[in-house]
């Protein structure tokens, strides 16, 4: 998934495996997904694999973004168990939408911790228009 706003800032997500391929026993366990994050604004690239989402919350992840394409009621907020990314939706028209991303990672370079927004100001926030 790659998600890009009107001044170049992306978020891209790739589920890459399982955190634990070999255990098909514990309900959350064999569920977890690495995955690869890239973050790309005008300071840098900041890039993780991590483990942030289980495979139902990547299809329920997937379903809110198919229907907000669509021009469909979603709720405004996507979150997950691991409370390291959300998705909300800030405003909808006819021709675009805006969503603000917030993402929380244990390890990034202080030009990517700044807060950037759909303008690119450093105040407002993370966001991404698809």
């Not at 634990?20 to 366990?29: E, L, T």
């Not at 927004?117 to 991404?128: F, L, R, W, Y």
Request: with cysteine.
């Amino acid at each position: 998934m790659l998600l890009t706003s009107t001044n170049h800032f992306e978020l891209a997500l790739h589920v890459v495996g399982y955190q634990y391929p070999d255990n098909a026993d514990d309900k959350y366990d064999s569920n977890w997904l690495y995955v690869d994050v890239r973050l790309r604004n005008s300071h840098g690239i900041w890039r993780a694999i991590i483990p942030h989402l289980l495979t139902w919350e990547v299809r329920h992840l997937a379903a809110w973004l198919r229907l907000l394409a669509d021009g469909q009621p979603v709720p405004e907020r996507m979150g997950f168990i691991e409370p390291a990314l959300v998705f909300a939706l800030d405003r909808r028209d006819d021709q675009a939408l805006t969503l603000w991303v917030w993402f929380l990672a244990e390890r990034t370079t202080p030009d990517l911790d700044r807060s950037i927004g759909p303008n690119c100001t450093e105040d407002q926030g993370q966001a991404a228009s698809p």
